[in-house]
Protein backbone atom coordinates (compact mmCIF):
# COMPACT_ATOMS: atom_id res chain seq x y z
CA UNK A 1 0.00 0.00 0.00
CA UNK A 2 1.38 3.60 -0.76
CA UNK A 3 2.52 5.65 2.06
CA UNK A 4 0.32 8.28 3.36
CA UNK A 5 2.33 11.49 2.62
CA UNK A 6 0.85 12.83 6.45
CA UNK A 7 -2.30 11.55 9.08
CA UNK A 8 -4.63 14.08 9.99
CA UNK A 9 -6.81 14.12 12.51
CA UNK A 10 -10.47 15.04 12.63
CA UNK A 11 -12.36 15.54 15.44
CA UNK A 12 -16.22 17.65 16.04
CA UNK A 13 -17.16 19.85 18.26
CA UNK A 14 -20.15 20.53 19.47
CA UNK A 15 -20.25 23.15 22.17
CA UNK A 16 -17.69 21.06 23.78
CA UNK A 17 -14.70 22.72 24.12
CA UNK A 18 -12.80 20.90 27.21
CA UNK A 19 -13.19 17.69 25.57
CA UNK A 20 -12.00 18.30 22.43
CA UNK A 21 -9.22 19.97 23.62
CA UNK A 22 -8.54 16.93 25.88
CA UNK A 23 -8.76 15.15 21.91
CA UNK A 24 -7.02 17.05 19.97
CA UNK A 25 -3.51 17.25 22.04
CA UNK A 26 -4.03 13.82 22.56
CA UNK A 27 -3.59 13.53 18.59
CA UNK A 28 -0.67 15.63 18.34
CA UNK A 29 1.08 14.05 20.96
CA UNK A 30 0.85 10.83 19.39
CA UNK A 31 2.25 12.07 15.68
CA UNK A 32 -0.80 13.99 14.23
CA UNK A 33 0.91 16.31 11.69
CA UNK A 34 -2.29 18.33 11.89
CA UNK A 35 -5.75 18.05 13.09
CA UNK A 36 -9.00 19.47 11.85
CA UNK A 37 -11.83 20.84 14.33
CA UNK A 38 -15.03 20.64 12.51
CA UNK A 39 -17.35 22.72 14.89
CA UNK A 40 -21.37 21.66 14.76
CA UNK A 41 -22.18 23.59 17.66
CA UNK A 42 -24.40 26.40 15.50
CA UNK A 43 -23.90 28.51 18.83
CA UNK A 44 -22.88 31.72 17.02
CA UNK A 45 -19.32 30.93 16.66
CA UNK A 46 -18.72 30.94 21.16
CA UNK A 47 -17.69 27.58 21.22
CA UNK A 48 -15.04 28.02 18.23
CA UNK A 49 -14.00 30.96 19.68
CA UNK A 50 -13.24 29.42 22.93
CA UNK A 51 -11.58 26.34 20.72
CA UNK A 52 -9.86 29.42 19.19
CA UNK A 53 -8.11 31.00 22.52
CA UNK A 54 -7.31 28.06 24.26
CA UNK A 55 -5.38 26.76 21.04
CA UNK A 56 -3.45 30.01 20.20
CA UNK A 57 -0.22 30.04 18.93
CA UNK A 58 -0.67 26.18 17.79
CA UNK A 59 -0.25 26.24 13.91
CA UNK A 60 -1.01 22.33 13.40
CA UNK A 61 -4.79 22.88 14.73
CA UNK A 62 -7.20 24.24 12.12
CA UNK A 63 -11.14 24.95 13.44
CA UNK A 64 -14.19 25.06 10.76
CA UNK A 65 -16.81 26.62 12.04
CA UNK A 66 -20.40 25.27 10.45
CA UNK A 67 -22.77 27.32 9.58
CA UNK A 68 -25.57 24.70 11.10
CA UNK A 69 -25.24 21.45 13.06
CA UNK A 70 -25.13 18.51 10.45
CA UNK A 71 -24.80 15.81 12.53
CA UNK A 72 -22.18 13.09 12.81
CA UNK A 73 -21.77 11.66 9.07
CA UNK A 74 -22.20 14.81 6.72
CA UNK A 75 -20.06 16.65 9.29
CA UNK A 76 -17.30 13.92 9.09
CA UNK A 77 -17.59 13.83 5.74
CA UNK A 78 -17.34 17.52 5.10
CA UNK A 79 -14.03 17.64 7.46
CA UNK A 80 -12.45 14.67 5.18
CA UNK A 81 -13.14 16.96 2.21
CA UNK A 82 -11.65 20.14 3.66
CA UNK A 83 -8.45 17.72 4.47
CA UNK A 84 -8.30 16.05 1.80
CA UNK A 85 -8.87 19.37 -0.61
CA UNK A 86 -5.39 20.99 1.08
CA UNK A 87 -3.60 17.51 1.22
CA UNK A 88 -5.54 15.05 -1.55
CA UNK A 89 -3.19 12.15 -0.17
CA UNK A 90 -3.56 12.07 3.74
CA UNK A 91 -4.95 9.46 5.45
CA UNK A 92 -7.23 10.73 8.26
CA UNK A 93 -7.48 9.76 12.20
CA UNK A 94 -11.30 10.49 12.56
CA UNK A 95 -11.45 10.45 16.27
CA UNK A 96 -14.65 11.32 18.69
CA UNK A 97 -13.81 14.58 20.91
CA UNK A 98 -14.77 12.42 24.15
CA UNK A 99 -11.60 10.07 23.04
CA UNK A 100 -8.08 9.96 23.27
CA UNK A 101 -5.49 8.32 21.90
CA UNK A 102 -2.93 6.12 23.91
CA UNK A 103 0.89 7.19 23.24
CA UNK A 104 1.70 4.79 20.28
CA UNK A 105 -1.66 3.96 19.35
CA UNK A 106 -1.43 6.23 16.00
CA UNK A 107 1.84 4.57 14.95
CA UNK A 108 0.62 1.19 15.05
CA UNK A 109 -2.82 1.98 12.97
CA UNK A 110 -0.58 3.72 10.56
CA UNK A 111 1.60 0.30 10.30
CA UNK A 112 -1.18 -2.09 10.21
CA UNK A 113 -2.53 0.27 7.58
CA UNK A 114 0.22 0.60 5.93
CA UNK A 115 1.57 -2.94 5.47
CA UNK A 116 -2.02 -4.86 4.73
CA UNK A 117 -3.03 -5.20 0.71
CA UNK A 118 -6.89 -5.00 1.39
CA UNK A 119 -7.66 -2.72 4.25
CA UNK A 120 -8.76 0.96 3.50
CA UNK A 121 -9.67 1.37 7.47
CA UNK A 122 -7.46 0.48 10.44
CA UNK A 123 -9.45 0.87 14.31
CA UNK A 124 -8.29 0.38 17.51
CA UNK A 125 -9.84 -1.19 20.92
CA UNK A 126 -11.83 0.89 23.06
CA UNK A 127 -11.19 0.55 26.31
CA UNK A 128 -14.17 2.49 27.73
CA UNK A 129 -16.11 1.46 31.59
CA UNK A 130 -13.81 -0.41 32.95
CA UNK A 131 -14.05 -2.44 29.72
CA UNK A 132 -12.37 -3.08 26.11
CA UNK A 133 -14.26 -3.48 22.75
CA UNK A 134 -13.03 -3.72 19.40
CA UNK A 135 -15.28 -5.13 16.21
CA UNK A 136 -18.71 -4.71 16.80
CA UNK A 137 -21.74 -7.22 14.84
CA UNK A 138 -24.94 -5.73 13.79
CA UNK A 139 -27.23 -8.37 13.61
CA UNK A 140 -29.57 -7.05 10.70
CA UNK A 141 -32.91 -8.81 11.66
CA UNK A 142 -33.24 -7.70 15.18
CA UNK A 143 -30.83 -4.80 15.16
CA UNK A 144 -28.83 -6.46 18.09
CA UNK A 145 -25.40 -5.08 19.04
CA UNK A 146 -22.87 -7.83 20.10
CA UNK A 147 -19.10 -8.53 20.37
CA UNK A 148 -19.16 -11.88 19.19
CA UNK A 149 -21.06 -12.75 15.54
CA UNK A 150 -24.36 -13.75 15.54
CA UNK A 151 -26.01 -15.10 12.23
CA UNK A 152 -26.91 -12.44 9.44
CA UNK A 153 -24.63 -9.74 11.65
CA UNK A 154 -22.39 -7.63 9.96
CA UNK A 155 -18.98 -6.55 11.36
CA UNK A 156 -18.30 -2.92 12.30
CA UNK A 157 -16.10 -0.70 13.60
CA UNK A 158 -16.76 2.05 15.82
CA UNK A 159 -16.94 5.57 14.67
CA UNK A 160 -15.33 6.42 18.23
CA UNK A 161 -11.75 6.18 16.72
CA UNK A 162 -10.55 4.78 13.04
CA UNK A 163 -7.96 5.44 10.70
CA UNK A 164 -9.08 6.47 7.12
CA UNK A 165 -7.41 5.54 3.57
CA UNK A 166 -10.21 7.61 1.42
CA UNK A 167 -8.82 5.96 -1.46
CA UNK A 168 -9.31 2.84 -0.52
CA UNK A 169 -13.22 3.46 1.45
CA UNK A 170 -14.33 5.77 -1.07
CA UNK A 171 -16.38 8.57 -0.66
CA UNK A 172 -18.49 9.46 0.89
CA UNK A 173 -17.81 7.44 3.99
CA UNK A 174 -20.73 7.79 5.73
CA UNK A 175 -24.03 8.11 4.67
CA UNK A 176 -25.53 11.09 5.39
CA UNK A 177 -28.99 10.01 6.29
CA UNK A 178 -27.72 9.61 9.70
CA UNK A 179 -27.53 12.28 11.69
CA UNK A 180 -26.37 10.47 14.79
CA UNK A 181 -25.49 6.59 15.76
CA UNK A 182 -26.02 4.03 13.25
CA UNK A 183 -23.33 5.26 10.48
CA UNK A 184 -20.84 3.14 11.64
CA UNK A 185 -23.05 -0.10 10.97
CA UNK A 186 -24.16 1.26 7.90
CA UNK A 187 -20.57 1.63 6.91
CA UNK A 188 -19.19 -1.82 7.98
CA UNK A 189 -22.75 -3.62 6.29
CA UNK A 190 -21.82 -1.37 3.17
CA UNK A 191 -18.35 -2.89 3.23
CA UNK A 192 -18.82 -6.24 3.72
CA UNK A 193 -19.06 -6.52 -0.25
CA UNK A 194 -15.05 -5.56 0.24
CA UNK A 195 -13.69 -8.40 2.14
CA UNK A 196 -10.59 -7.10 4.21
CA UNK A 197 -11.44 -4.00 4.19
CA UNK A 198 -11.53 -3.43 8.04
CA UNK A 199 -8.81 -3.83 9.91
CA UNK A 200 -8.73 -4.43 13.72
CA UNK A 201 -5.45 -3.32 15.42
CA UNK A 202 -5.66 -4.46 19.45
CA UNK A 203 -2.86 -3.55 20.11
CA UNK A 204 -3.82 0.52 19.61
CA UNK A 205 -5.89 2.45 22.24
CA UNK A 206 -8.40 4.79 22.67
CA UNK A 207 -10.13 5.93 25.72
CA UNK A 208 -13.55 6.66 25.18
CA UNK A 209 -15.66 8.76 27.48
CA UNK A 210 -18.86 7.35 25.53
CA UNK A 211 -21.85 9.79 24.23
CA UNK A 212 -20.68 12.54 26.12
CA UNK A 213 -22.71 14.94 23.20
CA UNK A 214 -25.62 12.75 23.04
CA UNK A 215 -26.20 11.90 26.56
CA UNK A 216 -27.16 8.39 26.95
CA UNK A 217 -30.68 8.04 28.69
CA UNK A 218 -31.68 11.74 27.06
CA UNK A 219 -34.47 12.18 25.29
CA UNK A 220 -32.06 12.94 22.14
CA UNK A 221 -30.16 9.70 22.65
CA UNK A 222 -32.84 7.58 22.91
CA UNK A 223 -35.04 9.08 20.16
CA UNK A 224 -31.91 9.55 17.65
CA UNK A 225 -31.42 5.54 18.26
CA UNK A 226 -34.74 4.72 17.50
CA UNK A 227 -34.38 6.19 13.86
CA UNK A 228 -31.13 4.72 13.14
CA UNK A 229 -32.23 1.73 13.70
CA UNK A 230 -35.22 2.30 11.35
CA UNK A 231 -33.00 4.07 9.00
CA UNK A 232 -30.90 0.85 8.89
CA UNK A 233 -33.26 -1.48 7.92
CA UNK A 234 -34.41 0.82 4.85
CA UNK A 235 -30.30 0.96 3.69
CA UNK A 236 -29.79 -3.09 4.80
CA UNK A 237 -32.25 -3.99 2.76
CA UNK A 238 -32.25 -5.45 -0.71
CA UNK A 239 -35.82 -5.76 -1.79
CA UNK A 240 -39.12 -4.59 -0.11
CA UNK A 241 -39.97 -7.73 1.27
CA UNK A 242 -36.47 -7.86 2.74
CA UNK A 243 -37.28 -4.14 4.24
CA UNK A 244 -40.93 -5.62 5.57
CA UNK A 245 -39.12 -8.39 7.19
CA UNK A 246 -36.05 -6.17 9.08
CA UNK A 247 -39.01 -3.43 10.05
CA UNK A 248 -41.18 -6.84 11.84
CA UNK A 249 -37.53 -7.68 13.60
CA UNK A 250 -37.64 -3.57 14.84
CA UNK A 251 -41.57 -3.49 15.99
CA UNK A 252 -40.51 -6.14 18.03
CA UNK A 253 -37.05 -5.52 19.39
CA UNK A 254 -37.49 -1.68 19.40
CA UNK A 255 -40.60 -1.58 21.89
CA UNK A 256 -39.01 -4.15 24.17
CA UNK A 257 -35.60 -2.37 24.16
CA UNK A 258 -38.02 1.07 25.42
CA UNK A 259 -39.72 -0.80 28.25
CA UNK A 260 -36.34 -2.43 29.57
CA UNK A 261 -35.15 1.32 29.58
CA UNK A 262 -37.99 2.62 31.03
CA UNK A 263 -37.48 0.31 33.54
CA UNK A 264 -33.94 0.47 34.00
CA UNK A 265 -34.14 4.38 34.10
CA UNK A 266 -37.46 4.79 35.82
CA UNK A 267 -38.19 7.33 33.14
CA UNK A 268 -40.92 7.51 30.48
CA UNK A 269 -38.56 9.07 28.51
CA UNK A 270 -37.49 6.31 26.19
CA UNK A 271 -40.99 5.05 25.41
CA UNK A 272 -41.43 8.97 24.16
CA UNK A 273 -38.55 8.37 22.13
CA UNK A 274 -40.27 5.80 20.20
CA UNK A 275 -42.54 7.94 18.61
CA UNK A 276 -40.34 10.58 18.28
CA UNK A 277 -37.46 8.63 16.41
CA UNK A 278 -40.17 7.12 14.00
CA UNK A 279 -41.00 10.21 12.88
CA UNK A 280 -37.51 11.33 12.36
CA UNK A 281 -37.06 8.30 10.47
CA UNK A 282 -39.94 8.57 7.83
CA UNK A 283 -38.40 10.93 5.93
CA UNK A 284 -35.65 8.17 4.70
CA UNK A 285 -38.24 5.57 4.19
CA UNK A 286 -41.28 5.65 2.37
CA UNK A 287 -42.61 2.07 4.02
CA UNK A 288 -42.48 4.57 7.53
CA UNK A 289 -44.53 6.87 6.25
CA UNK A 290 -46.86 4.98 4.41
CA UNK A 291 -47.52 3.44 7.82
CA UNK A 292 -47.54 6.25 9.93
CA UNK A 293 -51.00 7.42 7.36
CA UNK A 294 -52.48 4.49 7.68
CA UNK A 295 -52.51 3.90 11.57
CA UNK A 296 -53.61 7.73 11.91
CA UNK A 297 -56.29 7.58 8.87
CA UNK A 298 -60.06 7.74 9.81
CA UNK A 299 -60.55 4.05 8.19
CA UNK A 300 -57.86 2.35 10.00
CA UNK A 301 -59.53 3.83 13.79
CA UNK A 302 -62.79 2.63 13.24
Request: hydrophobic share 45%; proline share 5%.
Amino acid sequence: MRAPSSIVGLTLNFRDATRTLQSVRSLLADGASRVLVWDNSEDGGRSATALRAALAGEPRVDIELSDANLGFAAGVNRGIARILDREPAAWILLINNDARLVSGSLARLRNALLHDPVAGIAYPAIMQSGRISGTVYYQRWLGLLSARPLPGSDAHASGCCMLIDPVRTGRPVFDEDFFMYGEDAELGCRLRRRPGTLLHVPQARVEHEGSASGRIGSLFYEERMVAAHLILAHKLARSTAGRLGLLLGRVIMLPARAIVRTIRQRSTIPLRALVRGWRLAQGHDPLLARARRFATSPTSQH
